[in-house]
């Protein structure tokens, strides 16, 4: 009776592994919370929102890239105002927050 303790390992062993296995190809990507893209920024509060909403967001997230295009579409106007009306400290901090919005690893792309 020695084939005992193999066969109760083999049934053991049979047992467990079919839960180890998983079928890869039905595994999705992570999902993402769905976010709102602003159709346009207003002001500096409405840039402050939609901008800490941007900083939570994945750097792969889907709807990153829109919302930063707003963003920088907002700072750029900014910007130009600040400089024409003579406030380059102002005009300076909107050239920070606009690379900030930037990832490195999408600069890299």
């Known amino acids: 009776m020695r084939l005992r303790p193999f066969v109760i390992a083999a049934l053991l062993a049979g047992a467990v592994l079919p839960g180890c296995a998983?079928?890869?190809k039905k595994s999705r990507g992570p999902e993402y919370p769905t976010v709102e893209v602003p159709a346009k920024v207003a002001d500096l509060d409405a840039f402050a929102?939609?901008?800490?909403?941007y900083a939570l967001l994945a750097v792969d997230h889907p709807q990153r890239v829109a919302i930063r295009d707003r963003l920088v579409d907002y700072l750029v106007g900014y910007l130009?105002?600040?400089?024409?009306?003579?406030?380059?400290?102002?005009?300076?901090?909107?050239?920070?927050?606009?690379?900030d919005l930037y990832a490195p690893s999408e600069l890299r792309s």
């Open 22 to 24: 998983h079928d890869r």
């Open 49 to 53: 929102v939609h901008r800490n909403a």
């Open 80 to 99: 130009d105002r600040q400089i024409s009306e003579g406030h380059d400290e102002e005009a300076s901090t909107a050239l920070h927050f606009i690379t």
